[in-house]
């Protein structure tokens, strides 16, 4: 997770308090490395007197020696939640869903249906699924310079063969 994406994600309402914590303690890049090592489990900040311990070195190793030492400042013994983020990515991927469907069934040409196939082919979802999301209500929040405008219509499926015989 690039801090830039980190980022963006905080503009959605579902993103969590932990993870804003983080941002504010230690650091946009710092947080997203974390979050992305570590998301989803708990963890005792060390110390101060343990700064030379094997948690203060993992911790060390993602985030850097500065952002280590901020977290122990700021929650030392303390056992914190680093956030997974998965509800906001989830909300930032269906975001991203709406807008690729819409782009594809009006710019695209396509039907909804086959905007609904070609989209669940990529995020490795059922055309289902896909509809789902459609059908809830965008966040508003427009996609981040990191993410590319909607894709343009898939080209069309190659007609299939035959097999040959020989």
Do not use: C
Request: net charge neutral; glycine share 10%.
């Amino acid at each position: 997770m690039t801090p830039q994406f980190l980022e963006h994600l905080t503009r959605y309402p579902s993103f969590p308090t932990q993870a804003a914590e983080l941002i504010r303690v230690i650091g946009l890049k710092a947080a997203a490395a974390l979050i992305h090592a570590w998301g989803g489990q708990e963890f005792r900040v060390p110390s101060a007197r343990s700064l030379g311990n094997r948690a203060f070195g993992r911790l060390a190793d993602i985030v850097g020696d500065h952002a280590a030492q901020a977290m122990i400042r700021e929650w030392a013994g303390v056992e914190i939640f680093i956030p997974n983020l998965s509800i906001v990515l989830r909300a930032y991927q269906q975001d991203r869903i709406i807008d690729e469907y819409d782009h594809l069934t009006t710019v695209g040409g396509l039907s909804g249906r086959e905007a609904a196939f070609d989209i669940g082919v990529k995020y490795g979802l059922t055309g289902r699924a896909i509809e789902r999301a459609t059908k809830q209500p965008h966040s508003g929040i427009p996609p981040g310079p990191f993410n590319p405008a909607p894709v343009s219509a898939a080209p069309p499926l190659p007609h299939s063969r035959q097999l040959e015989t020989h």
